[in-house]
Every structure is written in structure tokens, then in C-alpha cells.
């Protein structure tokens, strides 16, 4: 039985979209879920940066533990494979020695909250972000640190979620922000495969 998949980034919502969003059969939202309200309430999935600054700030205080988003998921995924990011340590403290926390992994934290609430977890594979790495060479990219999130778990989805029959949305993608993210290039990427009938945008 075909699915319809809502990937729903951070970014601007166009209005008009929560029923659409809502009524898919799987929608997956990031870290703080900005999205929520103009974005839909339904979520399934919360995709979490699970290393440096972002995953500190959701796993400190309490507070994204109990946002609505978080207390509806059934599942998370945690975008950075620990091993990957160790082993990417050395090199950035010398090429952006001010992201000398970017790779303090916090997935611990993320299983332990998953495991005690009856949760689902899941670390998408280091294996995700190479094949990325390759694609969006393709496009000539200015020298970037990783792709962003948003980015990562489209083509997760594309190439292991999804399958045959099944419709991926995305909402929520304005390809911009941080400037380590190579977004121009991402943008291009997503192009890409809309043109190919792998993706439709909202």
C-alpha cells in the first residue's frame, strides 16, 4: 500500500499547507519542530542533530523533552553517526578550530530519553552522508563542513524509507542558513530529484 511521506524542514511554511501535511502517513519534523502550526501538528518522526550546541540545547532544561512534538513522536533519528563525527574531529580543529564542540556526540542522551519513554531510535548510517558528499560534488559546492540535516534525511528517505509507490513531500526548505552548509548545492540536489520524479515540493 502506497504511503505519502512529509519531510517538513524549518524554514517558511507556505499557508494553506497543515491539512496537506497533516493527512500524510508519515510526517518527519527536526529538532524544536518550528514547523508546528502553520506546518500541521501531526508528527511521527523527530529527526535531531544529536552532536555540538543544538543536541546540548534540546537535551538541557527539559523544555524540548516536553514540546508537543517530541511527546507525539513515536520514534527518533539522530542525523550523525558518532564514529563518523570522531573521526572528523582532528581535522576541523584545525580547519574551523571554532567549532571545537561540533562533534561532542550526544546520542547517549537521545537513547537513554527514547528507552525511557517507550520510544523507537535510530542513528541514520555514516553511509548516508558519504553517498551525499558524492552527490552534491555534482554541483561544485564552495568548500562546506556537512550537509545540512534537512538534507541528510531527504536522501534517507529516498533511498531506504520510501518505497516503490509511495510519494515524498517536502515543506519547510528554504536552503539557506548555516554558512558551513553547503545550500546552494542542496538546493540544486533537491532540483534534481523533483525533476526525476523522486520528490515533489509542497
Known amino acids: 500500500m502506497s504511503r505519502r511521506i512529509a519531510i517538513v524542514g524549518n524554514g517558511p511554511v507556505p ?8 493527512a500524510a502517513d508519515l510526517v518527519i519534523r527536526f529538532n524544536d519542530c518550528r514547523s508546528l502550526g502553520r506546518g500541521g501538528v501531526r508528527t511521527d518522526i523527530v529527526a535531531v542533530c544529536n552532536t555540538g550546541r543544538p543536541a546540548l540545547a534540546m537535551l538541557g532544561g527539559g523544555h524540548w523533552k516536553a514540546s508537543a512534538a517530541a511527546r507525539q513522536a513515536r520514534e527518533f533519528w539522530c542525523v550523525r553517526a558518532s564514529q563518523m563525527f570522531a573521526a572528523m574531529r582532528p581535522a576541523l580543529a584545525v580547519s574551523h578550530p571554532d567549532l571545537d564542540d561540533f ?43 556537512v ?54 515540493r509542497l
Open 147 to 200: 550537509p545540512s540535516s534537512g538534507l541528510i534525511v531527504i536522501a534517507h528517505v529516498l533511498d531506504t524509507v520510501a518505497k516503490a509507490g509511495d510519494r515524498v513531500s517536502i515543506a519547510g526548505f528554504g536552503h539557506e542558513g548555516w554558512q558551513w552548509h553547503p545550500f546552494v548545492a542542496e538546493r540544486r540536489w533537491v532540483d534534481a530529484q523533483i525533476a526525476a520524479d523522486r520528490l515533489e
Open 103 to 145: 562533534c561532542d556526540d550526544y546520542t547517549l542522551g537521545f537513547e537513554t530519553f527514547a528507552h525511557a519513554t517507550g520510544r523507537r531510535i535510530d542513528v541514520i548510517p555514516s553511509a548516508v552522508h558519504h553517498a551525499l558528499d558524492a552527490a552534491l560534488a555534482v554541483f561544485d559546492p564552495p568548500s562546506y563542513v
Open 15 to 22: 499557508d494553506g499547507l497543515a491539512g496537506a501535511i497533516d
